[in-house]
């Protein structure tokens, strides 16, 4: 402003001021604009009176002020205000959120105490029953439901890691026609319009496609839609399907059925190709790995049971095997066929077309077998053919299994279908151009169908296609409709576990992007297009359930329960008919390829799933990629090296990927995990690996033939994180030798072993005099502290228990708020998980046996990362626990150095995510997240520790209202560490190791229990039970030679292997 | 100096020759002031030493932009991992403090010994000390995962929440060691230099730098009094610097020997460090002191004989180092420790093993070449020995820190190490800054301390009656 200060101070002087009112100087400028409009504010301030005006429109009090000196209070007050206010405008602003406490507060909610949920996670292979912890209405944490028979508490990763995907960023937010913004009332109102049309015709161009459908109402929605269009048809297709054993109870019992194990009764198990114990994929792998794992656990009279493997690739069930043979999976069929025969009365030498070795290995097996009829299991591969499954069953019935340790039943899907046929049939009909309508419920069949059917090309012969999905993904691209889906947590539905047991889906949360769920989708096709999931789901178990009274008290207790009673399927009684199915096999000399549905992202659809790709794959441990899996022999005659690309084509079409070398896979043979190779995932899964199903045609649905492998020249690195497998100049001599690291876990004592005859001799044998020794306690110069009172937390693992899993992975995962890393951190070696699963090969690396040690913090009583922390962030408590904090750590790594354990971990850079908002609920409430410079660790779950303290201190005071020497101690079971929680087997036991009847102390009690590294006087709290293993020294065992002690013979390597490290030892 | 006759005679039958003499003949106290002085007091700043300042300036960039995107991101950015936790940053700050050492040996012990062949060193070596020191006290600071939060927890101030640091810690003790050892040996260096500034304040043209030197050497005027204060005050500090130079290294070691780490967890590393300390802090003297005498004309003062004294010391060191190695690994296998045995057996077979036998080399085949007196009396092949030690004796702390981690207890848990760039240029940036500071102390201060080789001179009467008594 050009205002001279003069003039102002002579207006104020101006005795006269003429009065200006607001109304004029709005009448002033109502007439100005721009240049002018500020010309006039400027003339504005030079009239006589504005300063009057100004004063007037102050706030009341400066004028009062001004007035009235004499009122000190609110001169005071005044003062008081504007210091108030000084010191908030110093402060960074916050934003404006509006801080409501409950005006009515739930029922039952006490805020900071977590309540939790019994729902399922529906699943292909069948339904995961839940327990979902949630925090304020989010749910936080997954964990089995202990009353369901299907978990008894337990569960794999794929339930541990869904809750991630509920919170996924990338999750679709918003349902859409043709790329353009659309809303459910949008598509209602476009299918109603379909409807009318369709009417005419019986709905003959409408298709329904879903995924294995495993729940009772949305089957009998669909079927009521078909029923109002009788010429609609309704597919499955899940790229993971179950059809060959489908196929083989077709024709073997002219229906659909599906076999039930009972592995707690088996002494001997026959496994062909059959993954039984590492997860998800395979249906009733928690009920099935907790039965087999109760016959190992020997701590009761039952005899140990043996396990014999023959399969194509490695995985934990061979691993853990007590008699294992390689063998490429196109063999397995003649393999069975030859066994079949022996068990008939048939003779090895009979058997053509097998080494000696091997018709060995076929003696041993049938006569094993023949010696348990009735106690034994042959259990087939979902991925081998029909045939597999048709002479396993023979084989079952032959040994008089059926009914005893193997039962038939219904399938877990409502309508059990031969998928692939009928992707054919929809593909056919799409091309035909006879599909008007085609609504995919979830699913992505652009990216999973058999590569030959080229399903997307189908889709743009198709009018309108209809795609639910939760996520923006290949199919979406091809379809004109994307409705955004509701995940599992957000929605009510109902699911069946591999027995058929039902339980209800329970919505944790409302839908966090209005997503809708199928029953929603598929109402709309209905007579009712209205009814809601809830709707549906009660309106089908009112006249489907099975429990006499009320519906509605009945249905509360089901979800509290988590169980619909009495929905089993029933047993059938089925006896397997027919000869012996023609083996074809296939040319030794051929290599064959073997797809494989992913350990961690199963087929693809948890992707986008960051803790699910940073998970070690069981035995392979690898993160972030899939690879081509083979031999050290066939890579070596092939002239591969670890990390090479090569380009494989299967049926003339081609895939490049890299090679990974793994331990005991068949020669010819290459391994293909699915799920990966994906452009639209998500930012998390988007660019990794390499897509196996772009050589998977319906031809080769499982098993093909290579035509040709060959090198590119270009490699790729993989990240391992435990580096065992290497092939190149010097990898050679490390394989010649043994596994340096299998050696040397046993030459530390790390591993401890013995065969079962030697346990039954020596139970004591962990503590033979070869092993290291512990030091006396008394061998200090301080004074030991007094463990002896109040509680003292303990674990113990049974490495005789572990199937590697990884269970107990991401439950910690999730449990802790452990951070994603990324591949390029992993692969130098910063992964942040609390837990791993160490494995250890031992014995000719052909066919090697593996070891799997869980490896968390050990809570040393003596811990090493104690003395040496400068600022003390690393204590004790005095129930045993090291313990972290945060707040003073100030990252000097040294404690990380002198772990001899290796389980601490940093945060090298910032892992942590502070910024993604949809993140932010996941996390758990009680544990801290982890900012950039600092060290963590496992804290035996500290915050679950403290949670049952509070509770039980709470009721101690109740008590003592009453009796003034009340306690209330914290009580066995009440702890339940998150990987204790989550592990199928209960490998792993955590409790108060002072009170004698802990479950933990009992474990620890066993004479196998020996604690790692214990001669350099840690005194870990963490102890490991020994393994004992179980061959048949009849066929001679892959870790040693017949005759030998497992205790003491077992081969080492003395020599470090010039290169252990395929990343490589530059600096 | 040696006569052309004698060399020709095969070594056998040559008689022995005596030492060269510490200062070269024809020197007065005038003449020793003057030409010391000179460097320091001219206006024309030699055309070399600027290009050297701006090439080493330019490297202490690096080192700023390395810290700054250090800061930035983390130490993440480095090639530290599990299970190698400490990478350059360890290495390098044991490697500096090392080559801290010979300042203080030669100020102190040597002068406590009445070496008196190290006063013409002494007062650059003090500050390539000083500058060391500080390049190695950058890196426990800046290798924590949370900088600003080290200095204040692991100082204890007396604070009311009464949480003070660890005190069994190793990296405490470090705290205390360095930071008193860098105390002591500034005080030591600043009051040798006391009489050497007040003869530059009473030469100096300038009243800028009258003042500035005025200030700086605190009054001093040579009176009989100053003197004697001054020399009480001078051997003091030299008796207490004196168990500082055993000290500090030993505490350097004890991160390593208090460890449950094999390889790490050593009795022997407390003399074996210090030992090599001192091997490596000869070697740098020699490093700097070489090219330096030539540059400036100084090879009056710094001789024949000093070169070859300090190559003796590193021939002797070297052999203790090398007795260290030799005993650490009968240790290993004499103690049947299985851990123990790996460790060394990987060390040196491993898949880090040439850093190994890179080190063996430099550390103890090449050295060995000082026995002979004609290497001993080439100022470039000792340059080219010192160059080598130096190297040798950061590979000594390279596979001492790294290999022993990458393959410790847990075989699940091995790994390797792969340094980044960012480590590289944290190295280098203090190399850059070390010469930056020796280049400006060589303009700015004396390099060789005045007073004391005027004393060296035969005129000198403390000199003359060394002679007469000699210990």
């Known amino acids: 402003m050009e205002n001279h200060p003069d003039e102002l101070v002579q207006i104020k002087a101006s005795p006269q001021k003429p009065k200006l009112t607001l109304q004029e100087v709005r009448e002033r400028l109502s007439t100005a604009s721009g240049k002018k409009y500020w010309r006039s504010l400027e003339e504005l301030v030079d009239e006589p009176g504005f300063e009057e005006l100004l004063e007037n429109e102050f706030p009341a009090g400066a004028a009062e002020y001004e007035n009235d000196g004499v009122s000190r209070r609110n001169f005071l007050k005044l003062m008081g205000a504007s210091m108030a206010l000084a010191g908030m405008t110093a402060c960074t602003r916050q934003p404006d959120e509006p801080i409501v406490p409950y005006v009515k507060q739930p029922e039952e909610l006490i805020p900071g105490i977590p309540k939790f949920f019994a729902t399922t996670m529906p699943f292909p292979t069948g339904a995961i029953p839940l327990l979902v912890k949630s925090n304020e209405f989010r749910p936080t944490k997954i964990e089995g439901n202990p009353q369901h028979p299907a978990s008894h508490g ?133 009920r099935y790995s907790r039965d087999f794992i109760s016959r190992r656990k020997l701590t009761t009279d039952a005899p140990m049971n043996r396990l014999y493997v023959v399969e194509s690739f490695s995985t934990t069930t061979g691993a853990l095997s007590d008699n294992r043979w390689p063998m490429r999976a196109s063999d397995i069929v003649p393999f069975a066929a030859a066994l079949a025969g022996m068990l008939g009365g048939g003779s090895a030498a009979g058997a053509q077309g097998f080494t000696a070795e091997e018709q060995k290995f076929l003696e041993a097996l049938a006569k094993d077998l023949k010696a348990n009829t009735g106690a034994s299991i042959v259990v087939a591969g979902d991925q081998q053919p029909p045939e597999l499954h048709m002479l396993a069953a023979q084989i079952n019935q032959a040994l008089g299994n059926i009914g005893k340790t193997v039962v038939y039943s219904d399938p877990v899907e409502l309508v059990p279908t031969d998928q692939a046929a009928g992707l054919q049939q929809l593909v056919a009909d799409m091309n035909a151009g006879k599909v008007d309508m085609l609504v995919i419920l979830e699913g992505n069949p652009v990216y999973t169908a058999p590569v030959d059917l080229s399903f997307e090309a189908a889709m743009g012969k ?59 989708l598929v109402a709309l096709f209905s007579d009712n297009p209205d009814v809601t999931p809830y709707e549906a789901l009660t309106t089908y178990w009112r006249q489907n359930g099975k429990a006499s009274g009320d519906f509605d008290s009945n249905f509360r207790k089901w979800l509290h329960d988590g169980i619909i009673p009495n929905t089993a399927s029933p047993v059938k009684t089925l006896s397997p008919r027919g000869g012996a199915p023609a083996a074809n096999p296939l040319d030794k000399n051929a290599i064959e390829v073997v797809f494989r549905s992913d350990p961690t992202i199963y087929d693809g659809r948890y992707n986008n799933n960051g803790w699910l790709q940073e998970c070690p794959k069981p035995v392979l441990r690898l993160e972030w990629d899939n690879a081509a899996m083979m031999s050290l022999d066939t890579a070596a005659s092939k002239g591969f090296n670890q990390e090479d690309i090569v380009r494989i084509t299967v049926d003339g079409r081609t895939l490049e990927a890299p090679v990974m070398v793994v331990y005991g896979m068949p020669n010819n043979s290459i391994t293909l995990h699915l799920g990966y190779g994906r452009d639209f995932a998500g930012r998390v899964g988007n660019g990794s690996g390499f897509n196996a199903y772009a050589v998977r045609s319906s031809k080769t649905p499982w098993i093909g033939t290579v035509e040709k492998i060959e090198k590119t020249g270009d490699s790729y690195k993989l990240a391992v994180v435990q580096n065992f497998t290497l092939i190149d ?97 992993v692969k130098i070696g910063r992964d942040m998980k609390w837990l791993r699963i160490d494995a250890y090969f031992t014995g000719d690396l052909h066919n090697p046996r593996a070891f799997f040690q869980p490896m968390l913090c050990q809570h040393c009583e003596n811990a090493p990362c104690e003395p040496v922390c400068p600022v003390g962030a690393t204590t004790h408590t005095p129930e045993g626990i090291n313990m972290m904090v945060y707040n003073r750590c100030v990252g000097t790594r040294y404690c990380l150095n002198n772990c001899p354990y290796k389980v601490r971990r940093f945060n090298f850079l910032l892992f942590s995510d502070f910024e993604t908002p949809s993140l932010k609920p996941l996390r758990n409430p009680d544990v801290t997240v982890r900012s950039r410079g600092v060290m963590e660790k496992c804290t035996f779950c500290i915050q679950r520790i403290n949670a049952a303290r509070i509770q039980a201190e709470v009721e101690e005071a109740h008590l003592q209202q009453s009796d003034p020497n009340a306690t209330r101690v914290i009580r066995e079971g009440e702890v339940v560490t998150a990987c204790q929680q989550a592990c199928p087997t209960e490998a792993i036991v955590f409790g108060n190791i002072n009170d004698p009847n802990s479950r933990v102390s009992k474990t620890k009690a066993q004479p196998r229990n020996y604690g790692a590294l214990t001669d350099i006087n840690t005194r870990p709290r963490l102890t490991y039970i020994a393994n004992v293993v179980n061959p048949n020294m009849e066929i001679g065992d892959r870790t040693g030679a017949p005759g030998k002690s497992y205790i003491t013979d077992l081969p080492t390597a003395a020599t470090p292997a010039s290169a252990g490290d395929p990343r490589g030892a530059e600096s | 100096m040696a006569t052309k006759g004698l060399t020709d005679l095969p070594p056998s039958q040559r008689p022995y020759l005596a030492d060269p003499p510490v200062i070269a003949p024809g020197h007065t106290f005038a003449s020793v002031t003057e030409k010391i002085m000179r460097t320091v007091l001219t206006g024309r700043t030699p055309l070399g030493w600027i290009g050297g300042v701006l090439i080493a300036f330019g490297i202490v960039n690096i080192l700023m932009v390395a810290f700054g995107y250090l800061f ?22 044991v490697w500096w403090i090392g080559i801290g050492h010979a300042g203080t040996l030669i100020s102190a012990i040597l002068l406590l010994l ?150 790490w967890h050593t009795t022997i590393f407390p003399p074996y460090f210090v030992a090599g300390a001192i091997y490596s802090g000869f070697a740098m003297v020699l490093t700097l002191m070489i090219p330096i005498r030539a540059a400036y004309g100084m ?112 075989p699940s848990s091995w790994g390797t190490y792969k340094a980044t760039r960012w480590d590289y240029a944290v190295y280098i940036g203090t190399l850059g800054f070390f010469t930056m500071m020796f280049l400006l102390f060589i303009r700015v201060l004396p390099m060789i301390s005045i007073f004391e080789v005027r004393a060296l001179l035969p005129q000198s009467r403390i000199n003359s009656l060394a002679q007469e008594n000699p210990q």
């Open chain 1, 462 to 520: 198709v009018a309108t296609n209809v795609h639910l999905s939760c996520y923006r993904n290949e199919t979406t691209r091809f379809s004109q409709w994307h409705i955004h889906g509701a995940h599992y947590l957000e929605t009510w539905s109902d699911a069946r576990a591999y027995d058929g047991t039902c339980s209800v889906v329970q919505p944790l949360i409302a839908p966090l992007y209005g997503g809708r769920s199928a029953h929603e």
């Open chain 1, 729 to 825: 100049a010097h990898g050679k001599k490390e394989y010649e030798s043994r596994s340096v690291q299998g050696s040397e876990a046993l030459r530390r004592d790390l591993i401890r072993v013995a065969s079962y005859e030697e346990f039954k001799k020596n139970p004591h044998f962990a503590h033979d005099e070869q092993f290291l020794e512990d030091p006396k306690p008394a061998e200090t110069m301080y004074p030991p502290y007094d463990y002896s009172k109040g509680y003292q937390w303990g674990m113990a693992i049974d490495m005789n228990s572990c199937v590697g899993c990884n269970a107990c992975v991401i439950a910690c995962q999730a449990e802790n708020n452990s951070p994603v890393v990324g591949k390029e951190q």
């Open chain 2, 72 to 93: 930035w991101k983390g130490v993440g950015i480095w090639g530290i991992t599990v299970p190698v936790g400490w990478g350059f940053a360890i290495v390098n700050f």
């Open chain 2, 114 to 263: 009445k070496q008196s062949w190290r006063t013409s060193i002494n007062r650059a070596a003090e500050a390539m000390t000083l500058f060391a020191v500080m390049c190695a006290g950058m890196f426990p600071l800046v290798h924590t995962g949370r900088p600003w939060l080290a200095v204040y927890w692991l100082f204890p101030l007396p604070l009311t929440m009464g949480v003070w640091p660890q005190f069994r810690s190793p990296l405490i003790w470090d705290v205390f060691a360095v930071s008193t050892y860098f105390t002591v040996s500034l005080l030591f260096w600043f009051t040798g230099l006391i009489p050497d500034l007040a003869t530059l304040r009473d030469h100096a043209k300038y009243r800028i730098t009258k003042m500035i030197y005025g200030v700086l050497a605190m009054g001093w005027r040579g009176s009989a009094r100053h003197w004697a204060r001054y020399e009480t005050a001078y051997l003091l500090l030299a008796g207490l610097s004196t168990p500082l130079v055993l000290s500090v290294h030993t505490v350097v070691s004890w991160d390593f020997a208090v460890s449950v780490i094999p390889g």
């Open chain 1, 154 to 286: 337990a569960t794999d990763v794929f339930a541990q890691a869904s809750i991630l995907d509920l919170y996924d960023p990338d999750r679709s937010q918003a349902s859409s026609f043709r790329s353009e913004h659309r809303n459910w009332g949008d598509f209602h109102t476009a299918i109603d319009q379909y409807k009318v049309k369709a009417a005419a015709s019986g709905g003959a161009g409408l298709r329904f496609l879903s995924e294995t459908v495993i729940s009772p109402t949305l089957a009998s929605q669909i079927q009521a839609v078909l029923k109002k269009f009788p010429a609609a048809k309704w597919y499955q297709w899940d790229a993971v399907n179950r059809d060959a054993a489908r196929t083989a109870s077709q024709t073997l019992f002219g229906q659909y059925a599906e076999p039930i194990y009972k592995f707690e009764a088996a002494n001997v198990v026959l496994s062909l190709d059959a993954d039984f114990l590492s997860g998800a994929h395979f249906p009733g792998f928690l």
């Open chain 2, 299 to 410: 090879k009056d003062f710094i001789t024949m004989r000093h070169l070859q004294n300090m190559a003796k010391v590193m021939l002797a060191t070297g052999l203790i180092v090398a007795y260290g190695y030799f005993m650490e690994a009968f240790m290993a296998w004499y103690s049947g420790n299985r851990f123990e045995l790996y460790t060394f057996k990987n060390r040196a077979f491993g898949p880090m093993g040439y850093f190994y036998w890179m080190l063996i080399t430099c550390n103890i085949a090449l050295p060995q070449l000082l026995w002979l007196r004609g290497f001993r009396n080439s100022p470039v092949l000792l340059w080219m020995m010192s160059i080598v030690v130096n190297m040798g004796m950061w590979l000594e702390r390279f596979v001492i820190v790294v290999t022993s981690l990458h393959r410790d207890f847990l």
